[in-house]
């Protein structure tokens, strides 16, 4: 019928109904050029008679100087076989299939390529369509870079299961693995398994709670609370009399979160005392910490943890109490020496500075532990409101002179009212030194960062000696 199209023929690369009919070699030309980065006329001899390049790119290579020479002789050595394998398959079929080609430009450097070799029809001339393939070789080379980075990072991640789960394996201490949404064990290492005893087999997906006798029931729950801190309880094993001391700590793995509960057998109603007494110092609202003689932290509960904004005790341990508590150089001696001397210091005013450079208002008390091996050093803190006056409020005898300064303001030399007003600050701090240290003027001195005999000849020109205190 008119109209219908004809039957297109099994394997022709032409178009359906030659409708371009013969081109203008113009256009022939143009559309060679923009469809390629370069297009070259190779006669029968294999040599480049003319070429037309369709990127910038390629022609600041040199491209040109390809002109007048075998094609071969253009191409690196492994690339010569391709560029015969073109010429050959071109004009045996008419059209060759595309092969990759690194082109040698001027510089000697290495153009990638891809051509294909399609017969012209004259006199066994060949034309070599060529696109510049850096662009692809650069996007391969960055996705073989991105496959072998994340090859090592999988390698790494596999590495540290094993040994977490090596770890989990052969450690002597009780763990268990806890789903925080639904309180049911997720995995339990072998020292679980023995703890429990019985040859009991703990099983996935067992409630939490039922491993628990009914009087530990509400402590085991009170465990599995969210919070920033671990949280531990005394507890016992269904079935079992020997008490455990049990701490959850909460962790988020896989987007999901379980809490890593450790479970440690006491083994005696002391150890079982002692547990309790760690959980009751762990709750408490005050700040505690033990320390040694030379205030080295020992250990310490989430309190003061909260009140140093330290995230874990482990960043606390072996810390120096002075870098957190009072005013360098003062509080530390004054607090080592009533501990020493006395045994116990009671509501010690002084300031806390945190981690992130904060300073805080605290009363602390503190007493000496002599028994064992080491003395050692228990305190508490207790968080203080700051009061109007006791910090900050400018004392009567500054508020006048200020009063007098001003009014001399015009009458009387800067010079002499910046000695005057130098004078009463001095005389301001140095009292206040003294009353802080209950007159211990030795360290008074340290405070105010003064030699003894500079400190005695400044209060002796503020009339600060009496007979008294001179004794």
Not at 26 to 48: P, Y
Not at 145 to 150: C, N, S
């Amino acid at each position: 019928m008119e109209g219908d199209a004809a039957p297109v023929p099994n394997g022709s690369r032409g178009f359906l109904r030659g409708s371009l009919g013969a081109l203008d070699a113009a256009v022939v030309e143009s559309v060679l050029t923009v469809g390629s980065d370069v297009t070259m006329v190779i006669d029968r001899h294999g040599v480049i008679r003319d070429l037309a390049v369709g990127g910038n790119a390629i022609a600041s290579d040199g491209a040109h100087a390809w002109l007048d020479r075998p094609w071969s002789d253009t191409v690196t050595v492994e690339s010569r076989h391709k560029v015969d394998e073109l010429l050959r398959d071109a004009s045996a079929t008419g059209r060759s299939r595309w092969r990759e080609v690194n082109q040698v430009t001027p510089s000697h450097s290495s153009l990638m390529m891809r051509f294909v070799a399609v017969d012209a029809g004259r006199d066994g001339e060949v034309i070599a369509i060529g696109r510049d393939d850096r662009v692809t070789v650069e996007i391969q080379q960055q996705l073989i870079e991105v496959q072998q980075t994340l090859e090592r990072e999988y390698s790494r991640l596999r590495d540290a299961e094993f040994r977490y789960r090596l770890l989990f394996k052969t450690s002597s201490e009780a763990v268990l693995i806890v789903d925080a949404a639904t309180r049911r064990i997720v995995e339990g290492n072998p020292a679980a398994e023995a703890l429990i005893g019985a040859g009991r087999k703990l099983q996935a997906g067992e409630a939490f709670g039922r491993l628990f006798d009914a009087a530990s029931q509400e402590a085991a729950a009170s465990l599995l609370v969210a919070g920033a801190h671990p949280r531990s309880a005394v507890v016992k094993l269904m079935g079992q009399d020997t008490a455990l001391f049990a701490q959850a700590s909460l962790f988020r793995q896989d987007r999901q979160t379980q809490f890593l509960v450790r479970l440690v057998a006491e083994s005696n109603l002391d150890a079982s005392s002692d547990g309790r007494l760690k959980a009751v110092l762990e709750r408490m609202p005050d700040a505690f910490v033990i320390t040694t003689s030379s205030l080295e932290i020992i250990t310490a509960n989430s309190t003061f943890l909260d009140l140093v904004r330290l995230a874990h005790i482990d960043e606390a341990k072996g810390q120096d109490l002075g870098q957190f508590l009072g005013r360098p150089g003062l509080d530390r001696n004054i607090l080592v020496d009533n501990l020493r001397d006395h045994g116990s210091v009671r509501n010690f005013a002084t300031v806390v500075r945190t981690a992130l450079d904060e300073a805080e208002d605290v009363e602390v008390s503190a007493v000496t532990a002599p028994d064992g091996p080491e003395t050692c050093f228990g305190f508490t803190m207790r968080r203080v409101a700051r009061r109007t006056g006791m910090r900050g409020e400018t004392p009567p005898e500054l508020r006048r002179s200020v009063e007098k300064l001003t009014e001399l303001v015009g009458r009387v030399k800067v010079k002499d009212l910046v000695k005057e007003t130098t004078d009463l600050v001095e005389r301001l701090c140095i009292e206040a030194a003294l009353d802080l240290t209950k007159d211990n003027r030795a360290s008074a001195a340290d405070v105010l960062g003064l030699s003894r005999q500079s400190l005695y000849s400044k209060m002796h020109r503020f009339g600060l000696l009496t007979p008294q205190s001179d004794k």
